[in-house]
């Protein structure tokens, strides 16, 4: 539609950008503020009230040094990708498989499919599901990060739609030809839902790597599998630089922690902030995906 | 090949439904061998844990199991509703979510129908962009943020003790502002990714009407209130259901990690003090009991929104 440039649309204009610049700036700030504090020196960076827009003091990498030869991070770091790794493969294997199977024209295609719709509309909840989890042996067992939770009955439907978009005539000439529902599923419908597989792939994978609740209640006593996000939380929520610090007791201890406490918040999120411009248009579509009603 | 698939779907489900069991397993068991998995799991980790409800009736002993341990019929909801923090916690959890939802969805409205007035295409998907970005970060880094610029001298409690001089402390040990911080940080995360679903819905806006509007010489307001806002209604009113549906279900997780004793007055609600009370003091029958009353009122809310929608405003979700 051409518009035509009234003044009254002129000031509209320079209002509205001027905003979303505005909720840009407040999006990016605080992320950027703490960038910045990670490389200033930490005793300027006492002394300055507000955000930062560039670095203070003299530029130190001093505290990714510390961060970065310590061994709970990388512990940390480790069982993160390791949790990361295995649960979204196996979640986006058996998303796959659901959404397929569900798909099909089976006499149970209707209560397989409510029987999944209504564990998204009612749960356990917290402690029934702590205790069945503990039964299974899964306290203390990195299982436990892995195995609950990868498979969301959300997906599994956009899988299935995703799936049913596809026409019938594929299977059923693979069917003449003799082919049975895992081949089909794999050579013939698998490439032609690629998009979709990588949108759960991304929810899955965000999900693993910001993910604490679950390891905080299993993992409570074996910190040798804790990921980084419960090392974070010590270190950023509870306070407790000791494990940092006791290297660096030379040093003015109140000032290191300020220092590694940004270097920690930095490295945690790199990662994700590194893969969520190409992520997030999967998110988009995922999002979208999921407003379709049946 | 869309078209075919149409025409050609009546005709099929017609013919299967004809089939018999026989038939149906000797076609398609390759098809319920690939269920199997998502079945068991299911039934272990989705359906298991409900019938694992039966503890909230329960004195549960995890040493005796479900079947071994003590009925006490409705003992635990008692214990809840008669305990002196119920009101509180139940105010808190009502509070902290409607001002989450309420403002929550206006600011994305609002948001989605000012960037829709933005015709530079290139400065749209980069201001959409980046407001999905704070989505992206882990709660605990959300919490450590949170707790360091609230700080006695963190940069928020800097910038409130000198434009409203308010007093210097920790922002998170005094009850009084922790509503907002909660809010606030909330809107920060969630503002970009919560548009997606409003701003692809206005896919659905007509543009000849737009135009002929504009030519009868309606406003933008008008056009806006009249044509663009009515176009996405049946997304504001399903997002709407399906929010009032989670309304006790407040996000334990941010809470979990930046409230202390100091603020349970303001920050204690339903989803922590089952946390609490559950894997803390393990009192697990009282805290299945708070949980599954949790569950009945959010299914309870779920269908009454969803049958006054449906009523209201001719949308619902099921």
């Not at chain 2, 409607?98 to 290139?122: D, Q, Y």
């Not at chain 2, 940069?155 to 409203?164: A, D, E, G, K, R």
């Not at chain 2, 996405?232 to 009113?237: K, L, S």
Request: aromatic letters at 12%; one cysteine or more.
């Amino acid at each position: 539609m051409i518009e035509k440039l009234t003044p009254s649309r002129v000031v509209f204009n320079i209002i509205n950008y001027s905003l979303m610049i505005l909720l840009c700036i407040v999006c990016v700030a605080p992320v950027w503020h703490i960038l910045m504090a990670s490389f200033s020196d930490p005793r300027t960076m006492m002394a300055t009230p507000g955000l930062l827009s560039w670095i203070v003091g003299k530029p130190t990498t001093e505290g990714y040094r510390i961060v970065l030869s310590n061994p709970s991070i990388i512990t940390g770091y480790r069982n993160t990708l390791i949790y990361v790794t295995s649960a979204t493969l196996l979640g986006a294997i058996l998303t796959t498989m659901g959404g397929f199977a569900l798909s099909r024209n089976t006499k149970l295609k209707k209560p397989l499919t409510i029987m999944l719709i209504f564990t998204m509309m009612f749960s356990g909840g917290l402690i029934p599901s702590y205790i069945v989890n503990m039964n299974l042996g899964l306290l203390g067992n990195p299982l436990a990060l892995i195995i609950p939770g990868c498979i969301n009955g959300f997906y599994i439907i956009i899988m299935k739609n995703s799936f049913e978009q596809i026409s019938p005539s594929f299977e059923e000439s693979a069917r003449l030809d003799g082919a049975g529902p895992l081949t089909i599923l794999l050579w013939i419908h698998l490439p032609l839902v690629k998009a979709t597989v990588a949108v759960i792939v991304m929810f899955l994978v965000v999900q693993n790597w910001n993910s604490w609740f679950p390891a905080s209640i299993y993992l409570t006593r074996r910190r040798d599998l804790w990921p980084l996000q419960l090392f974070m939380r010590e270190i950023l929520v509870q306070n407790d630089t000791k494990m940092i610090s006791a290297a660096e007791a030379a040093s003015s201890v109140s000032l290191v922690n300020n220092l590694v406490k940004h270097c920690v918040t930095i490295v945690g999120t790199l990662p994700i902030l590194c893969v969520y411009p190409f992520a997030q248009k999967y998110f988009v579509k995922g999002v979208t995906l999921g407003g379709v009603k049946e | 090949m869309s078209k075919a698939t149409t025409q050609k779907l009546p005709q099929e489900q017609k013919k299967r439904s004809g089939t018999s069991w026989k038939r149906d397993i000797r076609y398609n068991w390759g098809v319920y061998l690939i269920y199997l998995p998502v079945f068991v799991y299911l039934i272990i980790f989705n359906y298991l844990p409900m019938f694992g409800i039966v503890m909230a009736f329960q004195n549960f002993k995890p040493t005796r199991g479900f079947l071994g341990s003590e009925w006490v019929g409705f003992a635990n909801f008692i214990e809840f509703f008669s305990r002196g923090e119920f009101p509180q916690i139940l105010r808190n959890t009502l509070i902290i979510s409607v001002l989450g939802l309420s403002v929550g969805m206006v600011s994305a409205i609002l948001f989605t129908l000012l960037l829709n007035e933005i015709k530079f295409t290139g400065f749209k998907k980069g201001v959409q962009t980046i407001s999905y970005m704070p989505y992206f970060i882990s709660a605990v880094v959300i919490a450590g943020m949170i707790i360091d610029f609230t700080s006695s001298n963190g940069i928020v409690t800097n910038f409130l003790v000198s434009v409203f001089g308010i007093k210097r402390e920790s922002l998170l040990t005094n009850p009084s502002y922790f509503w907002w911080i909660n809010l606030f940080s909330g809107l920060w995360q969630g503002l970009g990714y919560s548009s997606i679903i409003y701003i692809s819905a206005l896919g659905n806006v007509s543009q000849e009407l737009l135009e002929a509007a504009a030519i009868d010489g309606a406003n933008r307001l008008q056009r806006t209130w009249n044509i663009t806002l009515p176009a996405i209604r049946p997304t504001i009113a399903t997002m709407l259901i399906l929010n009032i549906g989670s309304l006790l279900n407040v996000g334990s997780d941010k809470i979990l990690l930046i409230y202390n004793p100091t603020i349970y007055s303001t920050a204690d609600v339903i989803s922590t003090h089952v946390a609490r009370m559950g894997l803390e003091r393990m009192q697990y029958g009282y805290s299945a009991a708070v949980g599954l009353f949790n569950s009945v009122v959010g299914t309870i809310l779920l269908i009454g929104s969803n049958y006054l929608s449906r009523k209201l405003a001719d949308t619902s979700i099921f």
